[in-house]
């Protein structure tokens, strides 16, 4: 299993976590909120403080890529893309919404009949969302929607979970049943974590994509010689 750092800063939470084989070797986490740039290049200082002296070498670095804040994402990935273009290893992508999903989806069990409708905050009544069934199968694409009373109403026969920092506008606005609203992830604390633990195989697939990648351009370049 690949060795990960992990980054996420698409809310308010600052999150850096080290993470290798499914199990997290170090971790950092600040909630205040506005503090991305103060603090996270501490934070990865810290990670690879724990890495070197151990021998541990980063395979990759995952990114969340939003929705967020355009402010905090920005400050996540340009640390990211610096450490991966100065370490020659993979940057990869990780999507906000999916990251609340599994978050609440490996929680617990849930019966076939829930649906999870993550929820990145906008403006007014807009949020960023979708809709995944417990498979994490896209029931509706990632789109911006504007929140009425009905926006979920083609999901009458399903019960809704909401998560995320968009929930508490969802809870007010929609008169559906709803199994729960669970709070956005800084009351958790996870996020970060959680990265390689439910992307790994899309991160080990992006580990092997990059390896074709390098024995492409060899090939190409034995060939031109």
Not at 189 to 198: D, E, K, M, W
Not at 210 to 222: G, N, Y
Request: aromatic share 6%.
């Amino acid at each position: 299993m690949a060795t990960i750092l992990n980054i996420d800063t698409s809310t308010d939470v600052c999150s850096v976590a080290l993470t290798c084989e499914g199990e997290v070797l170090e971790h950092r986490e600040e909630y205040e909120g506005q503090n991305h740039a103060k603090v996270l290049s501490a934070f990865i200082k810290d990670m690879l403080d724990y890495a070197t002296p151990r021998g541990i070498k980063l395979d990759a670095v995952a990114v969340t890529t939003g929705p967020g804040s355009y402010t905090g994402l920005r400050i996540g990935l340009s640390e990211a893309k610096g450490l991966c273009f100065g370490l020659n290893i993979p940057l990869i992508g990780i999507s906000t919404l999916e990251l609340l999903t599994v978050t609440v989806l490996f929680k617990e069990f849930w019966d076939d009949n829930v649906l999870f409708v993550p929820m990145i905050d906008a403006r007014r009544k807009e949020v960023f969302t979708g809709v995944y069934d417990n498979a994490f199968n896209k029931i509706m694409q990632p789109q911006p929607l504007i929140l009425e009373e009905d926006s979920f109403a083609q999901f009458n026969d399903k019960q809704l979970v909401f998560m995320g920092n968009g929930s508490d506008k969802a809870a007010d606005i929609i008169k559906q049943a709803m199994v729960g609203v669970h709070r956005a992830l800084e009351s958790e604390g996870l996020r970060s974590r959680l990265i390689l633990q439910v992307h790994d195989e899309l991160i080990v697939d992006a580990l092997r994509s990059e390896a074709e990648r390098v024995k492409e351009i060899l090939r190409r370049e034995m060939e031109s010689v």
